[in-house]
Structure formats: structure tokens, C-alpha cells
């Protein structure tokens, strides 16, 4: 993998430690988020992503450690770096009594922007998470799946230099989630965005990622580029069914077990 260069890196984590009490929910650990690049964090409930994604997004500091965000101390710096941020949370927190369209004009104000700006940045996200044809209809009815590309939008509005997802698939259907992985993946290679993304699902960070953090009990267990972690990789899939012949048939094998 070529070096990248010390300007590109977005957040450098060096130590960092996050305790509650006699808890530590992230301990001491180590990573890069570069600019331009889909970043994974990877590990089960409770092994501290979303403590370290809380971090990041300048909501709780850290106990401990170095971590730096697009050059600015989150403890000292945190409104200024919030306002550089997008956050797509794992619960959609969308005004549900407004319109589609009034979602985005209504926080694009929190960041101060002027009118005429949010208008034209609604449209073409809007265009974007292909949601213009509905730009008039209440959230409250929508589907889940078209929540979450709206939440997309809205995490988009003061064009982020780093956008941030805690779980981002919680709750889709399976067309839901391929729409949303593909998505991101345009995000990334077409417009150059920078992503966080929190998950405990390997085919999400592998379908959506360059590079990936493992992390268990709040350490850092393994990280580097996607294809390199996943390289060897055996996926076995286990499913239970009443007529096995007829599942291995469906399968085209005849390696399931009765």
C-alpha cells in the first residue's frame, strides 16, 4: 500500500481512553482516518465503537490519550470541529412532523447558512439520495429505508469534511441496506467524502470500506486495508430448513447437513 502523506490524515488516535467510572470502554487504542477514504470500525456491542464515535464527534471527551481531529483538539476546539462533521446516529432523529424538503432547510440553519445556499444544497441532495419526488411528503409515513438516505441528506448540508455513521444499517430491509452501501461507496469514490463507519457486521466494512479497525473489548485487535483483513476469508452460512434435499438443490450443492 503506497505512504500516505501526514496531511491527509483526518483524526489520529494515539492512547486514546475513554472510562466511565471503573469502566473502560476504550482502551488505549491506535488508528488513522485519511482523507478520501471509508474507514471501519469493526467489532460487537460493547466493544467500544460507539464510545470512540462519541468521541470524534466532540460529544464526550476523552480520559486519556492523544486524539486529534482535522488538526484541532476536540476538548478546546469541539464547535468549531462539529461544525466540520455529519453524523448519521444509529436512530433517525428527523423531524417527523415536517415536511421532506423543510428537514433540510430547517438544519441547514443550525450552521448558519444562508438561505439562498441551503436551498440549492437541498435540491441537489435531495437529487442525490433520489429523493426529489418526494420533497413535499411528511417524514413520519416513509419507509425506513428512505428515512435513513434522508438522514444521509440532511448529515450533508454543511458539506462535512468527515462524515460519521454508528451503524448505519440498523433497522433496513435487505434492499434497504444494499441501496444505502452503494451509496456510500459513491459518496466516496465519485465525490472524494471521508467516512467513518461504525458496524458489527464484516459484510457492511467489506462492501463499503478501504480500511478497517477490529475492535473487542474496547482494544484495537487488528487493522489495515479491507482486502488484506478479509483475504482467506471462509463465510460459512448456516441455515435450518425442513427439507434439506430441497435446500441443497436451491443451493446448487450437496454439502448440507441433515
Known sequence: MPERSETEVLVRARG??????????????????YRGEAFGFLGPNGAGKSSTMRMIGCVSPPTSGELNI???????????????LGVVPQED???????????????GRYFGLPRRVIRERTAAL??????AD???SKVDPLSGGLKRRLTIARSLINEPEILILDEPTNGLD?????????????????????????????????????????????????????????????????????????????????????
Open 16 to 33: 486514546l481512553t475513554k472510562r466511565f467510572g471503573s469502566f473502560t470502554a476504550v482502551d488505549g487504542i491506535d488508528f488513522d482516518l
Open 70 to 84: 482535522l488538526g484541532c483538539d476536540p476538548v478546546r476546539d469541539g464547535s468549531a470541529i462539529r461544525a466540520r
Open 93 to 107: 432523529t428527523l423531524d417527523m412532523e415536517l415536511t421532506v424538503r423543510e428537514n433540510l432547510l430547517v438544519y
Open 126 to 131: 435531495l437529487d442525490f439520495v433520489q429523493l
Open 134 to 136: 418526494r420533497a413535499t
Open 174 to 258: 435487505p434492499g434497504g441496506i444494499q441501496e444505502f452501501r452503494e451509496m456510500i461507496r459513491a459518496m466516496v469514490e465519485q465525490e472524494g467524502r471521508t467516512v467513518f463507519i461504525s458496524s458489527h457486521l464484516l459484510d457492511e466494512v467489506e462492501r463499503t470500506c478501504d480500511a478497517v479497525a477490529i475492535v473487542d473489548h474496547g482494544q484495537v485487535i487488528r487493522q489495515g486495508p479491507i482486502h488484506e483483513l478479509t483475504a482467506g476469508v471462509r463465510v460459512v452460512v448456516e441455515v435450518q430448513c425442513s427439507d434439506p434435499p430441497a435446500a441443497a438443490r436451491a443451493l446448487g450443492s450437496s454439502a448440507v447437513r441433515r
